[in-house]
């Protein structure tokens, strides 16, 4: 039979207690607060002790680690209860419960505490009856478990993990996936865009693969070596614009291929995984194409290219300007001008900045100036011998010149209402260093000019 508590209070030496070695709390917090009131007050709770063997003389801290670590130095004995009959299990429990309800475990020390319990014998029913937690609070605690320890350490140092962070974390079902992610990542911002990519990334394959089933079940072939509207193959009409989206898998989309399967000869349709779609497309000979003329889309798809490849060479013509100016000028001539004056005007193009911060100084691999500089010019090594607004003129040029980021257009003609208004205020600030622009290209960055019209295409 299981013997109670003794609860008469008595006084044990230091020496003969030691903290309990399954403590859930490893971190005992900051003890200056609590050593003074000891040193004014004394304990004023009582230690609960387990005996360590049967000649009591020496014991284990079952509730009051803290109280014990703040009393170093300034009490030689502490008030205890001892209590006996304890199972290990119960040990645990009691150690959790108590730090829970008095001093709050951190996040970990819970699912440490919550496993402690489990790998004893409690369940996650029995957990939540002993400390107050609800079942699924439990449930997603031990999935901190899961992860690394020396990894989780480790990201502990770097930025403090929220329960949002490890419950964003359990949507991932790959466990080393979780740790990968843990360990690459510096803030909590991070760690949830690095989540939501991976969660993405999974569905748009898992959708893929479940389309593809279907496509390999009618017989259409991927092709994977490009082809467009206006070459020998034109989109599937049954698609709209010939294709569908991975975001969703739909029975719609599946009854859709297999009617288009069935009014089309399968050698004749091939498909493309475009990584957010699927896009489809059929055989068209040349005596058909030529037959059939080209659509109102073909013609204002090749409007807009036209239109946009224009768009694109005055943007490169307007960095070049700008590069050019920028590499003219003098020390004297930036530093007659305060530096702080001119931050805010930069602010806009700042923000396009930290599009992409890690490729920002990676001058070797900077857009192509055509005519203005000679190939040799090492761009990187102006940049820092350069002063520090010279500096961020540098960068700005940089990000705005990137072609592949920063276009002024998207692929149907839609300006890039942020990437004009970067331009607008890069051009402000060199305009007060005497840059100008010629009518023409300041229309560009103005929005203004005729380069974002379709010409003789209706839309």
């Given at each position: 039979?299981?013997?109670?508590?003794?609860?008469?209070?008595?006084?044990?030496?230091?020496?003969?207690?030691?903290?309990?070695?399954?403590?859930?709390?490893?971190?005992?917090?900051?003890?200056?607060?609590?050593?003074?009131?000891?040193?004014?007050?004394?304990?004023?709770?009582n230690l609960t002790v387990i005996p360590t063997d049967d000649t009591l003389e020496h014991f284990r801290i079952l509730i009051g680690h803290r109280r014990f670590a703040?009393?170093?130095?300034?009490?030689?004995?502490?008030?205890?209860?001892?209590?006996?009959?304890?199972?290990?299990?119960?040990?645990?429990?009691?150690?959790?419960?108590?730090?829970?309800?008095?001093?709050?475990?951190?996040?970990?020390?819970?699912?440490?505490?919550?496993?402690?319990?489990?790998?004893?014998?409690?369940?996650?029913?029995?957990?939540?009856?002993?400390?107050?937690?609800?079942?699924?609070?439990i449930k997603s605690r031990l999935e901190i478990n899961k992860l690394d320890e020396?990894?989780?350490?480790?990201?502990?140092?770097?930025?403090?993990?929220?329960?949002?962070?490890?419950?964003?974390?359990?949507?991932?079902?790959?466990?080393?996936?979780?740790?990968?992610?843990?360990?690459?990542?510096?803030?909590?911002?991070?760690?949830?865009?690095?989540?939501?990519?991976?969660?993405?990334?999974?569905?748009?394959?898992?959708?893929?693969?479940?389309?593809?089933?279907?496509?390999?079940?009618?017989?259409?072939?991927?092709?994977?070596?490009?082809?467009?509207?206006?070459?020998?193959?034109?989109?599937?009409?049954?698609?709209?614009?010939?294709?569908?989206?991975?975001?969703?898998?739909?029975?719609?989309?599946?009854?859709?291929?297999?009617?288009?399967?069935?009014?089309?000869?399968?050698?004749?349709?091939?498909?493309?995984?475009?990584?957010?779609?699927?896009?489809?497309?059929?055989?068209?000979?040349?005596?058909?194409?030529?037959?059939?003329?080209?659509?109102?889309?073909?013609?204002?798809?090749?409007?807009?290219?036209?239109?946009?490849?224009?768009?694109?060479?005055?943007?490169?013509?307007?960095?070049?300007?700008?590069?050019?100016?920028?590499?003219?000028?003098?020390?004297?001539?930036?530093?007659?001008?305060?530096?702080?004056?001119?931050?805010?005007?930069?602010?806009?193009?700042?923000?396009?900045?930290?599009?992409?911060?890690?490729?920002?100084?990676?001058?070797?691999?900077?857009?192509?100036?055509?005519?203005?500089?000679?190939?040799?010019?090492?761009?990187?090594?102006?940049?820092?011998?350069?002063?520090?607004?010279?500096?961020?003129?540098?960068?700005?040029?940089?990000?705005?010149?990137?072609?592949?980021?920063?276009?002024?257009?998207?692929?149907?003609?839609?300006?890039?209402?942020?990437?004009?208004?970067?331009?607008?205020?890069?051009?402000?600030?060199?305009?007060?260093?005497?840059?100008?622009?010629?009518?023409?290209?300041?229309?560009?960055?103005?929005?203004?000019?005729?380069?974002?019209?379709?010409?003789?295409?209706?839309?």
């Amino acid at each position: 039979m299981k013997e109670k508590t003794k609860s008469s209070i008595i006084y044990l030496n230091r020496s003969q207690l030691e903290p309990h070695p399954d403590n859930p709390r490893k971190d005992l917090g900051d003890l200056e607060e609590l050593r003074e009131s000891i040193r004014e007050h004394g304990i004023m709770q009582n230690l609960t002790v387990i005996p360590t063997d049967d000649t009591l003389e020496h014991f284990r801290i079952l509730i009051g680690h803290r109280r014990f670590a703040a009393s170093e130095g300034i009490l030689t004995e502490l008030p205890c209860v001892i209590a006996e009959g304890l199972s290990d299990r119960e040990q645990v429990g009691i150690m959790l419960c108590e730090n829970i309800q008095r001093s709050d475990l951190t996040y970990i020390e819970q699912a440490r505490g919550f496993q402690m319990m489990l790998d004893l014998g409690d369940t996650v029913e029995t957990i939540a009856e002993k400390t107050g937690f609800s079942e699924k609070t439990i449930k997603s605690r031990l999935e901190i478990n899961k992860l690394d320890e020396e990894t989780l350490g480790e990201a502990s140092e770097r930025f403090q993990l929220s329960i949002a962070d490890f419950m964003k974390l359990s949507k991932i079902k790959d466990v080393e996936k979780r740790n990968e992610i843990l360990e690459s990542v510096d803030s909590s911002k991070d760690l949830a865009y690095e989540v939501d990519e991976y969660l993405e990334e999974l569905t748009l394959e898992t959708n893929f693969n479940k389309y593809k089933a279907v496509l390999d079940e009618v017989g259409w072939k991927e092709d994977d070596r490009g082809w467009f509207v206006g070459s020998d193959y034109e989109r599937l009409p049954e698609f709209g614009y010939g294709s569908i989206a991975l975001k969703d898998y739909t029975e719609e989309n599946v009854q859709r291929i297999r009617d288009a399967a069935e009014a089309h000869e399968k050698d004749n349709v091939v498909y493309k995984h475009n990584y957010r779609g699927i896009d489809f497309a059929m055989k068209i000979t040349k005596a058909q194409k030529k037959e059939k003329g080209k659509t109102k889309e073909e013609l204002r798809q090749e409007a807009i290219d036209k239109q946009a490849k224009a768009l694109e060479h005055a943007r490169a013509e307007i960095c070049d300007e700008y590069l050019r100016f920028i590499l003219e000028l003098t020390q004297a001539e930036i530093h007659a001008l305060e530096l702080t004056a001119y931050k805010n005007k930069l602010k806009n193009c700042i923000e396009i900045l930290e599009k992409n911060q890690s490729t920002i100084m990676n001058f070797e691999h900077i857009y192509n100036v055509r005519t203005l500089i000679h190939e040799d010019l090492n761009i990187g090594a102006v940049y820092k011998q350069s002063d520090p607004l010279k500096k961020i003129f540098l960068e700005v040029w940089y990000e705005l010149a990137l072609s592949y980021r920063n276009k002024l257009v998207s692929y149907d003609l839609v300006k890039s209402g942020a990437t004009l208004r970067a331009h607008q205020s890069f051009y402000s600030t060199l305009f007060s260093f005497g840059f100008r622009l010629p009518e023409n290209l300041r229309a560009v960055i103005e929005g203004n000019s005729e380069l974002y019209t379709l010409q003789g295409v209706k839309k």
